[in-house]
């Protein structure tokens, strides 16, 4: 089967002999948007229950949630290892040693062989890029940041409270620890136009970095955007216009940039709009259909300028 971009899943095969899983994990953190440090409220389309499964029960300790996400994905994928993925709200706003703490819990499994830590780039001071350095050196490290657009005026309207020079300043001093960087962009977003989007295609082209998550705006309940939405409704993106996009950004991006996301893995319960009631697998085939209609494939047009 054609590959038409690097996928993060062929990634992990040539890292690794065995199938190697992602366990999403809640280490009971909050968010410098939510708290005060740098904002109230939170971003405005934000709620992790939407996406982050262990948000929508009771807290329990991560010892336990790992346990259990490791026995769900052996029994049904037939997994082998494992990456825990402090994914739920923002995994570096804590003391050091809380993070350490959370960190070296996670990987007295055994069968442990990697973390991701998913964080906003204002969220990590020299100290805690100091201790994912040392964890770089032991097992497999990926830091996820946030960046949805480059586009200081799309944030702001959205209550990120987080301009495009603190992504740049943290992308910097990330990388000169040699450390692997995600980034997380957000399609469809209210006031942005094709042009901006694939101005932050350009952008993450630019800097190069290791891998990307890509996904659509979504409505979730109970968010400011919703209340929003039930006064003025937002456009969303439909399902074809979503395709097109996501493969008009793939088309910019370096070949080797991992791909890490392509669609975001939502609870239905949580969400208003769009609701396209497709599969992942279907959408990405349908990414996939896409490029073989145009000829294309993730690099084909990394040095074209924006229409």
Request: contains cysteine.
């Given at each position: ?44 389309y934000c709620d992790n229950r939407s996406f982050s499964p262990n948000t929508r029960i009771p807290p329990r300790p991560i010892r336990d949630q790992i346990a259990s996400g490791m026995d769900f994905y052996r029994k049904r994928f037939g997994a082998e290892k494992f990456i825990v993925y402090f994914q739920a709200f923002t995994n570096t706003h804590g003391p050091v040693a809380q993070l350490k703490r959370l960190y070296d819990e996670a990987l007295t499994f055994r069968d442990t062989v990697g973390l991701a ?191």
């Amino acid at each position: 089967m054609t590959s038409y971009y690097r996928s993060y899943n062929g990634y992990l095969k040539e890292l690794f002999p065995y199938k190697v899983y992602k366990i999403p994990i809640d280490a009971g953190f909050t968010c410098p948007n939510i708290d005060g440090t740098v904002a109230f409220g939170g971003c405005t389309y934000c709620d992790n229950r939407s996406f982050s499964p262990n948000t929508r029960i009771p807290p329990r300790p991560i010892r336990d949630q790992i346990a259990s996400g490791m026995d769900f994905y052996r029994k049904r994928f037939g997994a082998e290892k494992f990456i825990v993925y402090f994914q739920a709200f923002t995994n570096t706003h804590g003391p050091v040693a809380q993070l350490k703490r959370l960190y070296d819990e996670a990987l007295t499994f055994r069968d442990t062989v990697g973390l991701a830590i998913g964080t906003r780039p204002d969220c990590v001071p020299e100290p805690v890029l100091d201790l994912l350095s040392d964890y770089h050196e032991r097992t497999l490290l990926w830091i996820e940041y946030g960046l949805q657009s480059v586009h200081d005026e799309t944030m702001a309207r959205l209550n990120r409270a987080q301009p495009y020079d603190c992504f740049l300043d943290a992308v910097e001093r990330t990388r000169r620890r040699g450390l692997h960087i995600c980034a997380h962009v957000i399609l469809g977003l209210p006031g942005e136009t094709r042009a901006m989007m694939m101005e932050t295609a350009e952008e993450v082209a630019r800097l190069d970095l290791g891998g990307i998550k890509i996904h659509h705006l979504y409505i979730a309940k109970d968010t400011a955007l919703a209340k929003h939405h039930e006064q003025r409704p937002l456009p969303t993106l439909a399902l074809t216009e979503y395709i097109a996009l996501v493969c008009d950004f793939l088309e910019r991006l370096p070949p080797a940039m991992i791909v890490e996301r392509l669609m975001g893995e939502l609870n239905e319960n949580y969400v208003i709009a769009p609701r396209w009631g497709e599969r992942k697998s279907t959408v990405l085939r349908l990414i996939d259909r896409e490029f073989e209609r145009r000829g294309s494939r993730q690099g084909t047009h990394r040095l074209a300028p924006i229409p």
